[in-house]
């Protein structure tokens, strides 16, 4: 089987999507190596319910960055665990390129908005104050540029008149939970090729 990294820096719930449909024998993967930046993120006590190997390793100094010798800790810790695609699930950091060509077309993100509108921090709260009236989520092979890869798959929600950033939020993160599991089945089953601009899905 295939076996997976998984990076995030909050809550994990798309971690837990993910664990769950692995456990459930619906996701043909193994999650080898769970990693966070966040010292108590929600991520540790997920992975410690799945028993999956998970961890915190410090950042560095940067803020929005991993510094060069955390990004190589990362990398090394990931290979070490014999992790082919490294999924994103809510890690606030920007992957540098030495990280990105050690795991070429084999980093994906999870971002809630239909991109490429939208990109950055509070993508939900960015689309209300907007006015758009559908919302979504995109799952994309991450590339240097923010928010910006190649996109596997987007899910699109409705905008209620009476929505908040809450509501709105967790209208996405359903359809994230169920869009992650898929776009990582496609990835295992080796049905996604990154052609240029765009990913090719084979049947
Ligand atoms: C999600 O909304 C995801 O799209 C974004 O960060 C959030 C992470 O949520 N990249 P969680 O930690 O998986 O619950």
Redesign the pocket.
């Known amino acids: 089987m295939k076996r997976i990294g998984v990076l ?10 993910l664990a769950e449909a692995a456990r459930e024998g619906k996701l043909p993967v193994k999650i080898a190596l769970a990693l966070t930046d966040v010292p108590g993120a ?2 540790l006590d997920l992975a410690a319910k799945y028993r999956i190997p998970a961890d915190y390793v410090p950042p560095g100094a940067f803020r929005t960055k991993l510094s060069p010798e955390a990004e190589r800790e990362y990398a090394r810790r990931l290979k070490e665990a014999g992790v082919e695609l490294v999924a ?5 950091r920007m992957l540098k390129p030495p990280f990105l060509e050690a795991f070429p077309d084999a980093v994906m ?4 908005s239909l991109l490429p509108a939208f990109p950055g921090l509070e ?2 709260k960015q689309a209300l104050d907007y006015g758009v009236r559908f919302a979504g ?1 995109t799952v994309h092979f991450v590339t240097p540029e923010m928010d910006a890869g190649p996109i596997i798959a987007q899910a699109v929600v409705p905008v209620l008149p009476h929505d908040t950033p809450y509501t709105l ?1 967790a209208r ?2 359903a359809q ?1 939970h169920k869009l992650y599991v898929e776009c990582v089945k496609l990835w295992a089953e080796g049905r996604l090729r990154v052609e240029g601009r765009t990913v090719a899905v084979s049947a």
């Open positions: 995030g820096s909050g809550k994990g719930s798309n971690f837990g999507a929600g991520i994103l699930a809510g890690f606030m993100n999870i971002h809630p993508s939900w989520c939020h996405i993160q994230e």
